[in-house]
């Protein structure tokens, strides 16, 4: 019988004969089992209890931010929705516009190291200096009148193109940060997908705002990229010349602008890194270091699954977005009707983030079902998409049944953004919510540079494009085994939950 028993470590049992009688003491003596990745002064730090205390002024914080989100992506998109007016005003290659696009993809990729460590040391600074790059870009841009070079001018755009595109990282990695910072856990999901809605706002507003101001028509009385012609007043190309296109497009320069400088302004006057008093337990941490939070990230087996399902459904998605023209016009539909088509899709997915965000917020603990129902009816909706685009498929296509489709597909598919960002927080938890953005932003942006370069290929390039229906269809497909296997855990809620309730 004795021979049973487990053998004591030496410690144990100098420890039992201190004890004597009192075996419950050893017990009241262990650390609660908040998570297996905590350390032992993060434990001891949640339970000297902080002071908790949740401001309202965390709204206009979140509000103030979004504006920038909002206006990073105005300005991003800058020129596409008013391409065929600025190529008649400047003459430009039809390279230069989609090369002021890319200088946001290729800028994030370059800086998303330096500003996602810069995010964490101090988020007021960070947000000042992103901010600051906007204001400037876009100051940059208002010279022409005064300059009268066309090829400065050109240099001008390239230069905002950069300054903004490096400030992508910030709005894209600092939502999470922002509502684990000032936000309790009841709202941190609906924090971020309003901080993220913010952003992709941004598209709709530029394809209103550009064509708004941007007064130009081709020869042939239609209006080819820009799309919304009920917006401008019924001219033509005839009584139009370059210097009455370059004032409206001058005026434009000049809105955006004043827009940055005035938003940069709210962030000098009053933006504060935290706030004085934590809103929950969890906030209170110190998070890992910069360093070791990415090898946690890339040892941490689950928070890659969740971040290759989230790159490929959303980088495809995102990158589509920007060239569905190609695939809809096949059909027999007009820039005009395919670009309110984009803006229902952006609308929807600013109300759907917003709305399963808050959901998810209500609903403990169901951020992988909810994931899973979206990736389904994702994909349900982009396969009734390409049903729609396939020639002799046998599934007619009408515009409002390519509205719903479009409209559904995207709208779920976006709506999955929040909650990823999110579930890879808790997973990778204590790893800073800025580290695990940037992470997941860059791997989405990678994946929409790749389906973006595919347009290099002549052979895809042209015709029906039926490639990117199916990369449509195998991107959300493909996200749903990989969310599956992704084993859920609530790491930073569990901190919140345990140290509330003692």
Not at 319 to 344: E, K
Not at 487 to 494: G, L, M, P
């Amino acid at each position: 019988m004795a021979d049973s028993l487990p053998i004591l470590a030496a410690e144990e049992r100098e420890w039992e004969e201190g004890q004597g009688d009192q075996p419950d003491a050893k017990f009241s003596e262990l650390p609660p089992p908040y998570s297996e990745h905590e350390s032992l002064q993060e434990q001891a730090s949640i339970r000297s209890s902080p002071e908790l205390r949740v401001y309202g002024v965390r709204w206009y914080i979140l509000v103030v931010f979004g504006l920038l989100a909002c206006h990073q992506c105005v300005v991003w998109n800058t020129w596409g929705p008013i391409e065929s007016g600025a190529q008649f005003a400047f003459t430009w290659p039809d390279s230069t516009v989609p090369m002021f696009a890319n200088w946001g993809t290729i800028m994030f990729l370059l800086s998303v190291l330096p500003l996602s460590k810069l995010v964490e040391v101090d988020l007021r600074k960070t947000v000042l200096l992103v901010s600051g790059f906007v204001a400037l870009g876009t100051v940059l841009r208002c010279g022409r009148k005064f300059i009268n070079n066309p090829t400065i001018f050109l240099i001008s755009c390239h230069a905002c193109a950069i300054l903004n595109g490096i400030s992508g990282v910030t709005v894209m990695a600092a939502p999470p940060l922002i509502s684990s910072t000032w936000f309790p856990s009841s709202e941190r999901t609906t924090a971020t997908a309003i901080g993220q809605a913010f952003n992709a706002l941004g598209n709709g507003v530029a394809m209103l705002l550009g064509p708004a101001l941007i007064h130009y028509q081709p020869g042939n009385g239609t209006n080819i990229t820009q799309h919304f012609t009920a917006l401008q007043p019924s001219t033509s190309n005839s009584s139009q010349s370059k210097e009455q296109v370059q004032d409206d497009i001058d005026t434009y320069m000049a809105v955006l602008a004043a827009v940055a400088v005035a938003i940069f302004g709210l962030f000098i006057v009053y933006f504060p890194s935290k706030p004085p008093h934590p809103p929950s337990p969890s906030s209170a941490v110190e998070r890992t270091e910069f360093i070791s939070g990415i090898k946690a990230l890339l040892n941490n087996k689950d928070a890659l699954l969740a971040c290759f399902a989230y790159s490929i459904a959303l980088g495809v998605m995102g990158a589509w977005m920007s060239v569905m023209v190609n695939q809809v016009r096949p059909l027999g539909y007009t820039d005009q009707q395919i670009g309110m088509m984009g803006l229902a899709s952006v609308l929807s997915q600013c109300i759907m983030g917003m709305l399963f965000g808050y959901m998810a917020d209500h609903l403990r603990h169901k951020m992988k079902l909810t994931l899973l129902v979206l990736l389904v009816v994702a994909t349900g909706g982009f396969t009734w998409l390409m049903l729609m685009c396939l020639p002799g498929s046998g599934f007619p296509h009408t515009i409002v049944r390519l509205y719903l489709a479009i409209i559904v597909a995207t709208g779920a598919t976006c709506s999955c953004a929040p909650l990823f960002f999110e579930m890879t927080v808790e997973l990778a938890y204590p790893v800073s919510e800025s580290t695990v953005a940037g992470f997941l932003t860059a791997m989405g942006n990678m994946v929409g540079m790749f389906f973006l370069l595919l347009f290099f290929i002549p052979a895809l390039s042209s015709g029906t494009c039926m490639w990117m229906s199916y990369s449509l269809v195998a991107s959300t497909a493909i996200a749903i085994p990989a969310t599956a296997l992704v084993r859920e855990q609530y790491n930073r809620s569990n901190v919140d939950e345990v140290a509330l309730n003692t």
